[in-house]
């Protein structure tokens, strides 16, 4: 399923066996195929700041389109963004380990949503796997609707409505209301290091060989128009991710939105 950072399922696959690994199973995911093909949200548009290789001047480039944060397990799609497998640089270590604590609002999701439900904290005795989607979807339904009621969805310090572009622009949430979290730097090691991968990091986990995609430049566009997520490899726009991470961290842009207060809860009469 697709979640975003309040823990609200945006999106969920029906069943399939067992046996698909997840780089079956997004093939038959519609929002995750949908963003792929630029059929869904490709009006929504964003801008990551890049460092001009020639003037050396930062400058805003403008972006349509809506990209999700996965692990390694996934297709090397440029609307799937993993963290960076084995980082090179302090950069790259320090945007993969941000978007490793922003994918645990799925896994987060799964506790939540087991802790709730009693049927589904084993194994579903049922047979055939059109009664079991009707548990399943149910289950997503009611948790919606319990996180409006609680009144999980409210008070938010964000300016922008739209619910999917928690996902787009980088604006990682954290419902703990714990705030920013350590990033501290390594005994040794400066900001622009390089660094070799630490073996026994998570970086390793689930780890694939689509990070040898091309980075090439994507054919010239218009200066004037945007550039399309979707049209890019994977390397090419997770490259302009790490960049734009980095130079919003050093003027310190980056931090986790909070809650502004815990609100009225609805009343029930």
Partial sequence: MTVNHRRRILCSTRGHPGRWNDKTLVQFDHLSTDLRDGKKYSDIGFELLQRDPVT??????????????VDNGYLSWSTLVPPVTNPSTWQEFRFSKWIESIRKDVECTFGILKCRFAVLKRGITLHGIEATDKIWLTCCALHNFLLEEDGLEMNWDSSDP??????????EKDVSGMGRGNDGTPVGMGNDESIEADPCSTFNEGATNDDNDSNTEPPNESPSSPIKVWKLTRAQFRDRLVENFHIRWTRNEVAWPRRTGLGDKPNIE
């Fill in 56 to 69: 050396d001047n930062i400058k805003a480039v403008r972006y349509t389109g809506v990209w999700l944060i």
């Fill in 162 to 171: 739209e619910e999917v572009l928690d996902m787009v622009q980088g604006q």
